[in-house]
């Protein structure tokens, strides 16, 4: 047996009091006159003896009373069989960015370091892990009280977040021994699987320490994109940023700032209600650079990991173009060949080079009667690749075999050759390829748009996903776009001669000269750290050895260079650690830049408060894992987990009871 508070074991002391009373009534006397004691004489023994057995009867429920108060204000308890000690201690301690918010005491990592500190002072063990989400494999390793209480104290926020079931895992491929775990943290929901606590182990036990934040505020960064490639022609450029709210309450006059290459270059304040996302456009202007390293940036506290987003753009300085015919087009050939930062090229149906094709960003299948399985096979992996094709039909195809190549790129299918002229009467001005082309979204009545003299009917299909570009007055569609894979399809219905009247209008420039911007894949804007996502290599020096590094200021990794389809990768391993922009190099050799930023996984703080985890606990019936309240201390909590029976409440029956007896047996005595 224990006792929780033990010092008030030294008032049984006072069990001397009613024993010296006791005595000192034996010791007196009182003197009654009879006329005769005759009588007396005869009951003097008998009464004598019953006197002295009920003053030793009531003494002896005096001393029960005294010592039944005494023992229950010092709280007797049996501590449980299945409770004690295992030789086996871990202290989990959530170093997670969520762990930066406030809590009452302050920030909340500094909360569970305390804990954890004061965890070591109430054990006698010397045999202790410290586990933090960063799994290192020094924390695999045993350390006494000192050496514990020094890690908990050089513990930092880690990008890494791990889940319940990591946690477990984690302890048990250390031990297979009975053990006692300690996990300290915020619970928050997004992370913690409360079912993975179901276990049917009880030989080990599991204290959750829930520690609570103060406020559920923040509002972060989630994604960017560009909504067109970026060109070196100083047009202007739209990054869009989406934006989170991720509180309870409405947050106003936020301010999103953006800098390029370290130059601010615009700011936007925007407002948000709770839970509300939004979608921010940010403009800037980019001229004769070849590589764009930007920040997008609010101001936000306590939580700041999510307040930043860095991304990358490498600006291609060429687009190669190839046009594939019998007959090259002199009209497309004029207008790529007259652009500087247009590669163009032509090569005959009858002689083609496919790995001169495969560098191509866009490849222009124009007035082609006849397409080889090779040749349907390499356009369809060169689009699922990112490669962007053009198809122009002649004036007379065989549809059924035009069809085989249109059903491979998942396109809308032809149907029938129409031979009637045509305006067109519609066109899609929300299509990418209009970026920065008209002023308006809206076309004047009295534009003259151009005719087509025939054209193919396209079959209808509800798993195609298609966006028109322009439309016949007929309702007929001359131009579409397809998205396949990482890859675009844009096809014609109509051929392009050069008697017709679309060679010959400005939309044929504006059109084919952005579709040659637009088969610019664009490169990932950033990485997410700790994802394991591959980094595609679009460039590297052959007369180099295949030794390619990723650095920033504090940091140089060499990565793992890969080959997959062609196609050449690198990976990090899941070493980079701090959100920033990175170097790509070949040896010494600059190749590119990239970014990385943290997950915004955590960037939701809800979590589960310790009442949600009481009521799962009794709930599913776990025995071998208990909660600390947060009304008491370490210590406290740690006596209250340690006991099994408590006796106490018996304690003050009994006092109650000897009190009774006392009171019956003066009573007696008195009649």
């Given amino acids: 047996m224990r006792y929780q508070n033990p010092q008030f074991l030294y008032f049984l002391f006072a069990i001397a009091v009613p024993i010296i009373i006791h005595l000192f009534n034996l010791r007196k006397h009182k003197t009654v006159y009879f006329s005769s004691i005759l009588f007396l004489k005869e009951v003097k023994s008998e009464k004598r003896k019953k006197n002295k057995l009920k003053q030793l009867l009531i003494l002896f429920s005096r001393i029960l009373t005294i010592s039944a108060i005494v023992f229950a204000f010092a709280k007797p308890f049996i501590p449980s069989k299945e409770n004690q000690e295992s030789s086996n201690l871990f202290i989990y301690i959530d170093n997670s960015f969520s762990m930066d918010n406030i809590s009452k005491k302050g920030r909340l990592l500094d909360v569970a370091k305390e804990k954890g500190i004061e965890i070591l002072e109430n054990f006698n063990h010397q045999n202790i892990r410290i586990i933090t989400n960063n799994f290192n494999s020094t924390e695999n390793l045993i350390k006494n009280k000192k050496e514990s209480k020094d890690y908990i104290l050089n513990i930092k926020s880690s990008s890494k977040n791990r889940k319940t079931s990591d946690i477990l895992q984690k302890v048990e491929s250390i031990t297979s021994d009975p053990y006692t775990l300690f996990i300290i943290s915020d619970f928050q929901k997004i992370s913690c699987n409360l079912n993975d606590l179901i276990d049917n182990d009880s030989t080990s036990k599991r204290i959750l320490i829930p520690i609570s934040k103060q406020t559920n505020n923040n509002i972060s960064i989630d994604t960017c994109y560009l909504k067109s490639p970026i060109n070196n022609s100083g047009n202007s450029n739209i990054i869009c940023a989406r934006i989170k709210n991720n509180s309870t ?81 002199s009209n497309i050939k004029k207008l790529y060949e007259n652009e500087d930062n247009i590669v163009y090229t032509h090569q005959n149906i009858q002689q083609l080079d496919y790995n001169l094709l495969n560098a191509q960003n866009l490849i222009i299948l124009n007035n082609i009667l006849y397409f080889s399985s090779g040749l349907i096979d390499f356009l369809e992996t060169y689009v699922d690749n990112g490669g962007s094709i053009c198809i122009i039909p002649a004036k007379e195809v065989d549809i059924e075999h035009y069809n085989l190549l249109l059903q491979n790129l998942k396109t809308n299918l032809f149907k029938s050759h129409i031979n009637s002229q045509l305006n067109i009467s519609k066109i899609n001005l929300d299509h990418k390829i209009f970026n920065n082309v008209f002023s308006t979204k809206k076309l004047r009545k009295d534009i003259n748009l151009p005719s087509i003299n025939q054209h193919y009917s396209l079959q209808n299909s509800n798993r195609v996903i ?42 044929f420039v ?162």
């Fill in 249 to 329: 309450k409405n947050e106003e006059d936020i301010s999103i700032n953006l800098k390029i290459n370290d130059k601010h270059k615009t700011q936007q304040i925007t407002s948000l209600f709770s839970n509300e996302k939004k979608e921010i456009e940010l403009s800037f202007t980019s001229k004769d650079e070849s590589h764009l390293n930007g920040v997008i940036s609010i101001e936000d506290h306590p939580i700041t990991f999510d307040d930043k987003l860095y991304f990358s753009i490498n600006v291609s300085s060429e687009i190669k173009v190839c046009q594939i015919s019998d007959l090259e087009n």
């Fill in 510 to 671: 504006t059109t084919f000269y952005n579709m040659a911007l637009q088969s610019v894949s664009s490169d990932k804007l950033y990485y997410t750290i700790d994802k394991g996502d591959e980094i595609k290599l679009k460039t590297a020096n052959p007369n180099l050895e295949n030794i390619f590094h990723i650095k920033s200021e504090n940091t140089d990794i060499i990565a793992e260079h890969l080959i997959e389809k062609r196609n050449q990768y690198l990976s990090s391993h899941n070493l980079i650690e701090q959100a920033n922009h990175y170097q790509i190099t070949q040896e010494n050799e600059f190749l590119s830049y990239i970014s990385f930023n943290y997950s915004r996984k955590e960037s939701n703080t809800e979590q589960f408060n310790e009442r949600e985890l009481q009521n799962f606990i009794k709930l599913n019936n776990i025995q071998n894992t208990s909660i600390f309240l947060s009304d008491l201390n370490i210590s406290e909590n740690l006596n209250k987990l340690d006991k099994d029976k408590e006796y106490w409440k018996l304690f003050i029956l009994l006092s109650l009871i000897f009190i009774l007896i006392e009171i019956l047996l003066i009573k007696k005595i008195q009649s």
């Fill in 466 to 507: 298609k966006e028109d570009i322009f439309t016949f007055e007929n309702g007929d569609k001359f131009l579409n776009s397809y998205n396949k894979q990482k890859g675009e399809i844009y096809l014609f219905t109509s051929s392009i001669s050069e008697d017709n009247s679309f060679t010959k209008h400005a939309l």
